[in-house]
């Protein structure tokens, strides 16, 4: 017998009235959605840092090799240090190795560089990429891997979940991962009475138990746990589970310290994808380094 009920205002003045809000998305825009949020919501959701970056899809071999040691047919995840602050890195993705499809279209293999915070695009080498090799820049906007994140979000999550009626998920709520992102969501649902649905994948199940007691500070609610205990063994989920619970973030928090600059592991890094030919060339027509610049800034706007 749920005793509030929530009106939400649409773009057009229709008002809908729902029990329970879930909340599928960034933080930072949870939080802006909240009326009047609470100080647990407040301290979880506005410690989440942001920060604005941009993917720039090319196949500048040059480039590459220049700035990192490159196997075009098996390397697929490259990191550079910037020389003069060693917090700051970059990152690029071989496309080609990721996703085989493109190289029965172009024999060039095609690479996605990620720079990160734009407060600091004075030490990104955005300009020594060839604006004819580029094919798109991509702004996009993703939370930190900072330590703070483990020390002062992952840790109030539980405090916030269904307690005034809302519920969050995303990857903000352990690490920017598309399987975590996933799991937050499906761990949503069977805290308001789902049954989770991959019951007879004994891995998935561990992971889902685990982020359900480190995170959500709860239980799968379904009897089918039983099964998987028998499968995998009650005293080693439970064990683990009391192990990797509040005290992981903790640790995990430690180990990040001396990788504060390596702030982002998962995201949207991963083209559209193309059947028999590379992505379309857009924006870049000549070999001016200043466009692609002008092209970065004409993306984000």
């Not at 700051?88 to 071989?94: A, D, G, L, V």
């Not at 979000?153 to 709520?173: D, M």
């Amino acid at each position: 017998n749920l005793i509030k009920r929530f009106r939400c205002s649409g773009l057009v003045g229709h008002i809908d009235s729902f029990d329970e809000i879930v909340f599928a998305c960034d933080a930072e825009n949870a939080l802006r959605v909240l009326e009047r949020p609470s100080r647990m919501e407040k301290m979880c959701l506005g410690n989440v840092k942001y920060y604005n970056d941009v993917t720039v899809t090319h196949d500048d071999l040059e480039y590459m090799q220049r700035h990192y040691e490159v196997d075009v047919e098996r390397d697929m995840y490259f990191v550079r240090t910037d020389p003069e602050d060693h917090a700051r890195i970059e990152m690029s993705f071989n496309l080609s190795n990721y996703q085989p499809q493109l190289k029965s279209g172009d024999p060039n293999p095609v690479f996605q560089t990620i720079f990160l915070d734009d407060s600091m695009r004075q030490s990104w080498t955005t300009g020594a990429i060839n604006p004819k090799k580029v094919h798109l820049c991509k702004w996009w906007r993703q939370f930190a891997h900072e330590w703070t994140h483990f020390a002062s979000v992952v840790p109030l999550v539980r405090f916030i979940e269904g307690r005034r009626h809302t519920w969050y998920c995303g990857a903000y709520t352990l690490v920017n991962t598309h399987e975590l992102a996933t799991i937050s969501g499906l761990a949503i649902a069977d805290r308001l009475g789902a049954p989770y649905p991959f019951t007879k994948d004994d891995l998935a199940c561990e992971q889902f138990d685990l982020y359900m007691e480190m995170v959500q500070g709860s239980r799968r609610s379904n009897k089918a746990k039983e099964a998987v205990w028998k499968r995998v063994g009650k005293t080693s989920l439970t064990v683990t589970g009391a192990l990797l619970g509040f005290p992981i973030v903790i640790a995990v928090a430690a180990l990040a310290l001396p990788f504060v600059g390596l702030r982002k592991i998962g995201g949207k890094l991963f083209t559209r994808r193309a059947r028999g030919k590379a992505p379309p060339r857009k924006g870049v027509q000549n070999g001016d380094p200043d466009q692609l610049s002008s092209l970065l800034q004409a993306t984000r706007e």
